[in-house]
């Protein structure tokens, strides 16, 4: 026997709904199964609070006058794009500013409206018979504006894969900073509590449905860019008032070398129409798995070093190629939590009605990478293979000869069976020679070597060089043996000669 | 017990440490140090029942002291809880409780400073 939202909604009004957390619910599913979940509970509240690159707002700004076609326009000198009519403008989280750079961004300007500050809006046009006026600077703020739309194309992820980091060095990526060598793993998402996890089919959720954003309520628009429903990675558009939000619930945010973003919180109210759904939102941690990904590895497909439930993920410590790594979370649980609590208490007092979606979402799966049509070079196209390598045990006098006959700057040095254990340059042996240093080249090598493979694009190799500020990178294949070299000369024949457009 | 020791140039080349531990008896661990011509800046940990005669033993040989009673603090209006800080701590200062929400342990931070960049929120900050 099923339920109609309709009827949750008279339950609603007079007061007799039972609503509880997606959290909540996975114990009721588990004492009274499904079918008693389904009898006992009428809506079950999800929530997620985490960054969400994928968001901005469009904000009017009313017209100046005389009349401004806003071209280029600066909020607290972050860029908002203005390429719709005069006074509207749309500001991503992700852009950052021009005088501070990645410190601020489009997520902070968010906050700051939300929190009622004002913001610093510097705008320019090219002056026309309709728009005269060139130049505004005006203080305002959200109450100045006409609409503040937050319009987010790509939010609450249903998982998302947790990262780590093999390299020798730490990343810092949108996911944090990964220490290196599997120094620590971080993971997105609220698990049990996240909206999508809790209807994997979409049952319930579609284009129209009702939802907690920020605090407000907001609406799905429809699905996300770069939904992946068969990959269990269904994303969500979204809509809501700026001017309702709480800003206790959206947060600008910055993350070390790599820039702005915007924490949304977000609350999916599921109606327990029958026990199939009574099911789904009886999730536990334990059911929800997730990869991890090695971010040392800076390409698309990066390789999967295993893969963990989110009841691991939360437990502190998990264990990859036999190591014990402490995990930590992005996005915040306890502020997740608030969400779930929110929107149940709105729902509780009457405040939130539920929805049926006009329109479901798409369970196909849709995701492509980009097609480059201007081909891809690879450092294999472009290094100079079957160079001269030396052993460790090989005089200091006997490098400088073979530097001087071979004519090359960097000398990798090798194992017997051929494997890279250091480098010694043109520089590490004149300064041995003029010092009259004698003895081997083992005493005189760079031992800390950064490599490139062959098949890394040569843009990974040029971002290295330039990282590290030296000049060669041996190429080494998977068993670390020294195939080839690439050297910052190598590249710049490559820009200057044309060679690849 | 954390303590920032200030040296002099005048002073630096003086086997200090040494001679404080000798006098005290005390168990100091050296948690960072930082030396240049214009002098030095350590930090170090000691036991909180010793702490008082450390810091006299090294006030007298001239070193300038600053307690660290808190060595990190965080603006908690501004912490949103995500917890990134846990697992870039080498020291375990932060955890997360029962609700989610992320503590912290003063006492063990080393003030290495990796989780003032972690932070997304810009809550934290070392003190002196
Ligand atoms: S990283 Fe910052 S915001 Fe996140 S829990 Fe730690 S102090 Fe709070
Ligand atoms: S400064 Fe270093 S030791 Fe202190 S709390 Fe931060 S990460 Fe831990």
């Given at each position: 026997m099923g339920k109609t939202v309709e009827e949750i909604n008279q339950k609603i009004r007079d007061g007799s709904v039972h609503v509880v957390t997606a959290e909540e619910m996975t114990a009721i599913v588990e004492t009274l199964g499904p079918e008693g979940a389904a009898k006992e509970v009428d809506v079950v509240t999800t929530g997620t609070f985490g960054a969400m690159c994928s968001s901005g707002a469009i904000l009017n700004f009313g017209h100046a006058d005389p009349p401004i076609k806003m071209q280029k326009l600066r909020l607290n000198d972050v860029e908002a794009y203005t390429g719709l009519a005069a006074v509207d403008a749309y500001i991503g989280a992700t852009q950052v500013s021009e005088s501070r750079g990645m410190e601020y961004g489009g997520g902070h300007v968010i906050e700051e409206l939300v929190s009622g500050k004002s913001v610093v809006l510097r705008t320019t046009g090219s002056g026309t018979d309709c728009y005269p006026l060139k130049n505004v600077e005006t203080m305002l703020t959200i109450e100045d504006l006409n609409q503040a739309i937050m319009i987010n194309p790509r939010n609450a992820y249903q998982r998302y894969n947790a990262a780590t980091n093999t390299s020798d060095q730490t990343m810092h990526t949108y996911m944090g900073p990964l220490l290196p060598d599997l120094g620590n793993v971080i993971y997105t998402g609220s698990g049990a509590l996240s909206p999508l996890s809790n209807d994997p089919t979409y049952a319930t959720i579609g284009m129209g449905t009702r939802i907690f954003l920020c605090g407000a309520q907001g609406y799905i628009i429809g699905e996300g860019t770069q939904h992946d429903p068969k990959n269990n990675m269904g994303t969500l558009m979204v809509k809501g008032n700026l001017k309702e939000m709480n800003s206790e619930f959206v947060k600008g945010a910055s993350f070390h070398k790599y820039g702005t973003t915007l924490y949304v919180g977000l609350g999916i109210p599921i109606p327990i129409l029958n026990e199939d759904i009574a099911l789904c939102t009886g999730i536990s941690d334990a059911e929800i798995k997730t990869e991890v990904l090695d971010y040392g590895v800076q390409r698309r497909e990066k390789p999967v070093l295993g893969e963990v439930t989110y009841e691991e993920l939360k437990s502190g410590c998990i264990e990859i190629n036999g190591k014990e790594v402490r995990t930590s979370a992005i996005s915040s649980l306890y502020v997740a939590r608030k969400v779930a609590e929110s929107l149940k208490d709105w729902v509780l007092k009457g405040e939130f009605m539920l929805t049926t979606p006009i329109e479901g979402l798409s369970t196909k799966p849709r995701v492509k990478p980009m097609r480059q049509t201007g081909g891809l070079l690879l450092v294999k196209d472009v290094m100079t293979a079957g160079i001269g390598t030396i052993k460790p045990d090989i005089s200091i006098e006997e490098a400088a000869k073979r530097i001087i006959k071979g004519q090359f700057n960097h000398l990798p040095v090798v194992s017997?069976?051929?494997?890279?254990m250091g480098i010694i340059t043109t520089w590490d042996v004149s300064k041995a020679v003029a010092l009259a240093k004698r003895g081997r080249v083992e005493q005189i090598m760079t031992r800390k070597v950064v490599a490139v493979n062959p098949r890394d694009p040569i843009d990974i190799a040029a971002r290295k060089l330039e990282q590290h500020n030296i000049s060669a990178l041996p190429v080494i294949d998977a068993k670390r043996k020294v195939i080839g070299i690439i050297t910052s000369e190598d590249l710049s024949k490559l820009l200057t000669g044309g060679g690849h457009k | 017990m954390k303590i920032i020791l200030c040296f002099n140039s005048q002073i630096i080349k003086k086997p200090l440490i040494a001679e404080v531990i000798l006098e005290t008896g005390a168990l100091v661990n050296i948690n960072k140090a930082t030396i240049d011509i214009t002098g030095g800046e350590l930090i170090i940990n000691v036991p909180d029942e010793d702490a008082k005669k450390v810091i006299k033993s090294f006030k007298s040989r001239g070193v300038d002291i600053i307690t660290l009673e808190k060595p990190i603090v965080r603006t908690d209006e501004e912490c949103i809880h995500c917890g990134v800080c846990i697992s870039v701590c080498p020291t375990n200062v932060f955890r997360y409780e029962a609700d989610g929400s992320v503590s912290m342990d003063h006492k063990e931070c080393i003030q290495c400073g990796a989780c003032i960049t972690a932070c997304p929120h810009n809550a934290l900050k070392l003190s002196r």
């Open positions: 017997d069976d051929g494997r890279l | -």
